[in-house]
T-cell receptor
Framework: KAGVTQTPRYLIKTRGQQVTLSCSPI?????VSWYQQTPGQGLQFLFE???????NKGNFPGRFSGRQFSNSRSEMNVSTLELGDSALYLC???????????FGPGTRLTVT | KQEVTQIPAALSVPEGENLVLNCSFT??????LQWFRQDPGKGLTSLLL?????REQTSGRLNASLDKSSGRSTLYIAASQPGDSATYLC?????????FGTGTRLQVFP
C-alpha cells in the first residue's frame, strides 16, 4: 500500500506570495492532518480534515487555510507569505481519530 | 492546555547500550500516546502507539510504557545500534489534536 505523498517536496517563494501544498493520504484513510515544523517552535498542529470537513484547527492566523476533497486528498494554502513561514510542512493521514497517524516526507518551504 | 516534555534533549551513547527516553504530559485525558522517529530533513515514522487503556507496547528492540495517572511514558531501546541515530518524538492525542514533545536527539556511535 502506498504511503502518504506530498507535493512539491521543495519550494522557494518570495514574501507576499501565496503557496498551495498538496497531500495524498494512504488509500482508505479519511483523516488528514497538517503540521508545521520549525527549529524554534517544533511540531505544531495546523488543522485536521475528515470527510471533507475541518474538524480541528490549531493556533495559526487566517492566512493558513486548507481543504479536503472527496477522494480524501488535501491541500493547504498560505497567503501573503512571511519569512517566518519558512518551515517543513508535514501531512499525516489516519483511518480516524485515535488511530496511528502516518506521515508524509514533508514539503520544505523557504520564503525569501 | 496540554504540554509535552521530553528528557533528555540529546543523548550520545556507544553501540550496544540499553536506553530510556522519557516523555511527560500535563493532561491525562488522552486517547493515546505515540512515539515517532525522525531522520534529518525527513518526515516522521511511527514506532509505537499505546492506547490510553494500555500499559505498554513492544516492537522488536523497542518497548514503550504509559502511566496515564502520572503523565509519563518511556521508550526503551535495547542493544542500541548506529542506525538508531535519529530524533525521537512522543505525541499525545487528546480530544482534538496531536501534541508533540520537543524530541530527544539520539546519536549512537560505533
Amino acid at each position: 500500500k502506498a504511503g502518504v505523498t506530498q507535493t512539491p517536496r521543495y519550494l522557494i517563494k518570495t514574501r507576499g506570495q501565496q503557496v498551495t501544498l498538496s497531500c495524498s493520504p494512504i488509500s482508505g484513510h479519511r483523516s488528514v492532518s497538517w503540521y508545521q515544523q520549525t527549529p524554534g517552535q517544533g511540531l505544531q498542529f495546523l488543522f485536521e480534515y475528515f470527510s471533507e470537513t475541518q474538524r480541528n484547527k490549531g493556533n495559526f492566523p487566517g492566512r493558513f487555510s486548507g481543504r479536503q476533497f472527496s477522494n480524501s486528498r488535501s491541500e493547504m494554502n498560505v497567503s501573503t507569505l512571511e519569512l517566518g513561514d519558512s518551515a517543513l510542512y508535514l501531512c499525516a493521514s489516519s483511518l480516524k481519530t485515535g488511530k496511528s497517524q502516518y506521515f508524509g516526507p514533508g514539503t520544505r518551504l523557504t520564503v525569501t | 492546555k496540554q504540554e509535552v516534555t521530553q528528557i533528555p534533549a540529546a543523548l550520545s551513547v556507544p553501540e550496544g547500550e540499553n536506553l530510556v527516553l522519557n516523555c511527560s504530559f500535563t493532561d491525562s485525558a488522552i486517547y493515546n500516546l505515540q512515539w515517532f522517529r525522525q531522520d534529518p530533513g525527513k518526515g516522521l515514522t511511527s514506532l509505537l502507539l499505546i492506547q490510553s487503556s494500555q500499559r505498554e507496547q513492544t516492537s522488536g528492540r523497542l518497548n514503550a510504557s504509559l502511566d496515564k495517572s502520572s503523565g509519563r511514558s518511556t521508550l526503551y531501546i535495547a542493544a542500541s545500534q548506529p542506525g538508531d541515530s535519529a530524533t525521537y518524538l512522543c505525541a499525545v492525542e487528546g480530544t482534538d489534536k496531536l501534541i508533540f514533545g520537543t524530541g530527544t536527539r539520539l546519536q549512537v556511535f560505533p
